[in-house]
């Protein structure tokens, strides 16, 4: 074995060394059948490890202290949010081990408390599903007040957040209408936040599936990622025309042009150069909540002493978020990854005297 070979697999091992989430495959690579879950999807969860929760759910799993981490979004009565692990919990410090609160019981995770949703509407799109509305957010264990950030199946490292988090569904023309045959949906988003949410999943077989749920715009919120009517004490269910791809917007001139985030670095982001397009919806069906819910009455905890008012207004105050998702990472994750970590210049230091060794040979 040449010198040069052995001066070159050591400095592969240091790499790896020096990078904890080397090697790791990507959520967004990982395909699942619903009926037959492993325990966790990202056991090898580079730093952010070890993962907080599991992803085979059922009946053990059921119930107010689950650590499900599968969601579904199934129609305008059953489907799931990403909610607190603990009471009081802040989505940037959190967003990891956040786990799936679901309107009905039965998928083996949490139940969100009757009453706890003010208003909701399910959007059936050739590209996408979405469920977007209003929610006393202390109900599901999020901190009242936090203005929250977004969950996706991305991340910095590329685990997702949750980490491992998985979400399925029913409703994607692939299911054929057969409500037993769950698809994974490879691409989504869900924004928490100032007792609004929405969550859109897009379906694995439209080519722009990534585009439609990208993950890179998470500082600014529903408004712009998932634009809906946002109705408060409306609950209905419709077919929709898809929304332009997060970001993407036509300018006064008739341009097609594309919204550049800004980095948290530069402060809070003030203003935002177009008003996102809502798309044209048709077919609604309007439900009373208790028709919807009824299912929920029976979970323990009930929202009669969470005192959030009910929001009057659709938009998400535009501010940075820790949350770690699109081009920025939580405080407490660059934290902890600072200390788990070679450093970039260290590393650097250490690749740049072993290519000086080699070349030298």
């Known amino acids: 074995m040449s010198r040069k070979f052995i001066v070159l697999a050591a400095a592969a091992v240091v790499l790896a060394q020096t990078d904890p989430n080397a090697g790791l495959v990507p959520l967004t690579s990982k395909h699942f059948d619903y009926n037959n879950l492993p325990e966790v999807a990202s056991p090898n969860a580079g730093e952010r490890g070890p993962k907080f929760g599991v992803n085979n759910c059922g009946p053990a799993t059921e119930g107010q202290t689950s650590k499900c981490q599968t969601a579904v979004i199934n129609s305008v009565d059953d489907w799931c949010l990403w909610g607190g692990p603990e009471p009081d919990s802040i989505i940037g410090n959190t967003e990891a081990s956040s786990v799936a609160w679901c309107t009905k019981p039965g998928h083996g995770a949490r139940t969100i408390p009757n009453g706890a949703i003010t208003g909701v509407q399910f959007m059936q799109t050739p590209a996408y599903l979405q469920v977007t509305g209003h929610i006393k957010q202390a109900a599901i ?29 029913n409703g994607f023309p692939a299911s054929g209408g057969d409500k037993t045959k769950y698809v994974q949906a490879i691409e989504w ?12 999943i897009c379906d694995p077989t439209n080519a722009d599936a990534a585009k439609y749920c990208d993950h890179i715009y998470d500082r600014i919120g529903c408004e712009y990622n998932a634009p809906a009517a946002y109705v408060d004490g409306v609950f209905e269910s419709c077919k929709g025309d898809n929304q332009d791809f997060p970001g993407h917007y036509t300018d006064a001139a008739g341009a097609a042009q594309v919204y550049q985030q800004p980095p948290e670095s530069l402060g809070a982001i003030t203003s935002i150069p177009y008003v996102a397009r809502i798309p044209a919806s048709s077919e609604c069906v309007q439900y009373k909540s208790a028709d919807l819910f009824a299912a929920a009455a029976s979970v323990s905890n009930t929202v009669a002493t969470v ?19 699109g081009t920025t990472k939580s405080t407490a ?19 740049g005297a072993l290519a000086a060794f080699v070349a030298a040979l």
């Open 141 to 169: 264990d999020l901190k009242d007040g936090d203005d929250g950030g977004e969950m996706d199946p991305h991340g910095a490292d590329e685990q997702g957040n949750p980490l491992g988090g998985l979400v399925f569904s």
């Open 189 to 200: 988003h869900n924004f928490m936040g100032g007792n609004v949410f929405c969550f859109k």
């Open 307 to 325: 005192t959030s008012a009910k929001p009057t207004t659709t938009k998400i105050t535009i501010k940075p978020t820790q949350t770690g998702t």
């Open 333 to 351: 994750t660059s934290t902890t990854g600072a200390a788990n970590r070679l450093s970039g210049s260290a590393a650097a230091g250490i690749i």
